[in-house]
């Protein structure tokens, strides 16, 4: 059977089975006739042929650091919880337990044998998936959204560098992630993040380079949501300590600068959670504290001001979370 | 399993490892997580263009499949399973993602002629061969991540993990048509997105005369 002509259309639709030597010969011959005659089409059968030369020359690149580890890591976590839960029912909840999945397998076996079903997919069931990304079996009620703790405390360290612990502890979630980048630092740091274990990093003083704040940027994940905390902790200094009430008017600043400038100026940490990072606020404090300032300034754009065991935390109004 | 060639020493001790780790072995799913992870994240990481969220998608996807391996019933292999997995999971946070606000796509290539003037108005001496190669590598992977997931997922199946049309399709689902047409549009979009860029990869010969 004579192949059709081709024109472009048909070119486009045959051009990989072209480039790989697919086409039956009457095919392939129809279309070389069409290249030799439509330079432009032949212009774009070698950029073809030089994308998937590239495409198939990208590098690999290496999995993290103990990847293999913290992925049997999450799973004994898992494992744990299941047992833990079985385990802290009383004897009478097992047998409830017990006694319902049974009458429920016998209830799946009864259905399956009486109604009928299209053939299965075994490879299907690899989509199963958890109806909560990383929930245990446990059937535990949430305390609410995950929530990432953050404490941190000065580390005065004999003839070395004085550094700020930063401990990180996931709560009301069973896993998740954190990706930390401090100033001028081009390392990226990550953990993964379990249920109430904690994590902890290292901020040596050197890091604030001369600036009044050491600083840090957490990016975390849990439950399918990401979230960011940017922490400000004042340089502890041998200067007078700052009065707890200021008057003082800054120019309009993104809000985390603003949020440096007020631990800077109180010698008090600030917590920025979840905030819109491009919005801009003018900071005027009127002989209040860092608190009162935060607020007030602040109380337009949705934002609360809390007081917590760190220091202050900005986050917006749906998050907070009475302290 | 008359007429089937015996199964070498490798997938021998593979399927070995599959059925202790089914029976809980964990040992035995660590030693599948370490031979698979680098196919694996690579293909995350193809997938999604994120060193991070690629960590969280592999992971994801081991888990996924240690919760699952009683499913796994040995009909396909191990690593055409876990590229299942691993793609899921890259569509479904897709799908979530979807309902949250994200940032533009148009972020994350901008491919004017004006953008690639400044990589090139360099005032020091021109760029070795391996800069000019590392910055095409750079412009064809994000221009990767500006397809469509379904075309980004059987271009990096083929041609960053290798796999065959047959498993391309049992991975996706599709029949092997549907792969051929889907990854021919998929490079083609690549090709017309690069288009205006396409002078500044190097002028591959065409072998049609």
């Known amino acids: 059977m004579e192949e059709k002509a081709v024109d472009e259309k048909r070119w486009r639709e045959l051009a990989s089975e072209y480039i790989e030597n697919a086409l039956p010969a009457e095919t392939a011959a129809a279309v070389r006739a069409y290249l030799e005659t439509h330079p432009q089409a032949r212009a774009e059968e070698a950029q073809l042929r030089g994308l998937m030369r590239d495409m198939n020359a990208l590098p690999e690149v290496d999995p993290p650091l103990f990847f293999a580890d913290n992925v049997m890591a999450a799973i004994q976590g898992q494992q744990e919880r299941r047992r833990s839960w079985w385990q802290s029912l009383p004897g009478i909840g097992r047998t409830a337990v ?18 009928p079903r299209g053939p299965s997919d075994p490879v299907q069931q690899a989509d199963i998936r958890p ?54 630092d081009t390392n990226l740091y990550r953990f993964m993040l379990q249920r109430g274990a904690a994590q902890t990093f290292v901020i040596p003083l050197s890091a604030a380079r001369g600036a009044p704040t050491l600083e840090a940027r957490i990016v975390w994940s849990a439950d399918a949501a990401t979230h960011t905390k940017q922490l400000f902790v004042p340089v502890p200094h041998t200067d007078a300590v700052p009065a707890a009430r200021q008057s003082f008017g800054l120019r309009e600043l993104p809000l985390p600068e603003a949020a ?64 | 399993m008359t007429g089937s060639a015996p199964a070498s020493p490798a997938a021998e001790e593979e399927r070995h490892l599959i059925d202790r780790a089914r029976r809980g072995d964990m040992a035995a799913f660590d030693q599948l997580v370490r031979r698979y992870e680098r196919t694996v994240y690579n293909t995350a990481y193809r997938l999604c263009g994120s060193y991070d969220d690629a960590s969280d998608m592999a992971q994801e996807a081991f888990v996924r499949a240690w919760n699952n391996l009683k499913s796994f019933r040995g009909d396909s292999a191990f690593s055409t399973w876990m590229h299942r997995i691993v793609t899921n999971v890259f569509l479904d946070d897709r799908k979530r993602r979807r ?83 889907r990854l021919n549009r998929a490079r083609l979009a690549l090709r017309d997105r690069l288009g205006a860029l396409a002078e500044l990869f190097d002028v591959y010969e065409s072998p049609t005369a």
């Open chain 1, 98 to 115: 017990g006694t319902v999945l049974a009458g429920g397998a016998l209830a799946a076996v009864a259905w399956t044998l009486l109604v």
């Open chain 1, 131 to 184: 109806r909560v990304p990383g929930a245990a079996v446990a059937p535990e009620t949430a305390a609410g959204p995950a929530r990432l703790g953050v404490t941190w405390s000065l580390r005065a360290v004999p003839d070395g560098e004085p550094a700020l612990d930063v401990k990180l502890v996931l709560e009301n979630a069973d896993r998740g992630s954190a990706r930390i980048a401090l100033p001028g």
């Open chain 1, 260 to 323: 440096r400038e007020i631990a800077a100026r109180y010698g008090q940490p600030v917590i920025v959670e979840d905030a819109p990072e491009t919005a801009t606020v003018a900071i005027v404090a009127r002989d209040e504290t860092a608190q009162a300032t935060l607020s007030r300034n602040l109380e337009g754009m949705g934002l609360d001001v809390s007081a917590g065991a760190g220091g202050l935390v900005v986050s917006p109004k749906s998050l907070a979370v009475p302290r």
């Open chain 2, 99 to 181: 309902s949250r606000p994200t940032r533009s796509l148009d972020e994350v290539i901008d491919l004017d002629e004006s953008s690639v003037q400044r990589q090139f108005e360099d005032p020091t001496p021109g760029p070795s061969e391996k800069a000019e190669g590392d910055e095409r590598r750079q412009i064809l992977e994000k221009a990767i991540l500006t397809l469509p997931e379904a075309q980004r997922a059987v271009i990096v199946l083929y041609h960053m993990q290798g796999l065959a049309y047959e498993e391309i399709a049992e991975i996706t689902r599709l029949p092997m048509g549907t792969v051929k047409s």
